[in-house]
């Protein structure tokens, strides 16, 4: 790679991450191309030689950054089962850790209320990731027909503890949501004894 189309890929990196942290923050449409790039530390000149328009932008953001989440936090699930494997990711989802600090973790719970509303191209962009996440995830649980389902129904409880969790933070109420998601997750799938 020439060192002009590595500049470009490193201002294309910077403005993904300037957007992302945005995303996390304040959400799209909160979120305009020129803080983006202020972010970014370039000029607003400079966005269209990157990216249609906003919608690109941030369509491909919320891909790449719920992606590489979601892969770092499948990449250290622990166990020698299914199960235990499958109980790490949620704990680590689930955990004080990653409510605290939204700015570093999952970007669904900042944005699927403005997805719900805007739709396209956002919908087909989190739908995209969703499936991806449902078919890991279900794959992470092993074999069987049902893994799909016991997938799907493990995201959205893992997404809806966190999002009621970060609303209530700083209550106790907030450490009770996590842990009760814990202890369900735990119940839900059953024991790895014989």
Sequence with gaps: MNQKAEQKQ???????ASAAALLRERGIKASSVMDVMKGAGLT??????????????????????????????????????PRERVLSVV????????????????VMPSVAPEVAREGEPYRGALEK?????????????????????QALGLI???YGALSLSRAVGGTP??????????????????????
């Design 10 to 16: 490193k201002s294309r990196e910077a403005i993904l």
């Design 44 to 81: 607003v000149g400079g966005f269209y030689g990157h990216f249609e328009s906003k919608e690109h932008l941030f369509t491909e953001t919320i891909q790449s950054t719920a992606s590489t989440m979601w892969n770092r936090l499948l990449g250290s699930a622990k166990g020698d089962s």
């Design 91 to 106: 704990d680590r989802y689930l955990s004080r850790q990653h409510r605290d600090h939204p700015d570093m973790g999952c």
């Design 129 to 149: 990731e969703l499936s991806h996440y449902v078919r890991s995830l279900a794959d992470l649980l092993g074999e069987g027909a049902e893994r799909r389902q």
């Design 156 to 158: 959205a409880l893992m």
């Design 173 to 194: 109420l907030s450490d009770d949501i996590l842990r009760a998601a814990r202890k369900f997750v735990e119940r839900s799938l059953g024991s790895d004894a014989p």
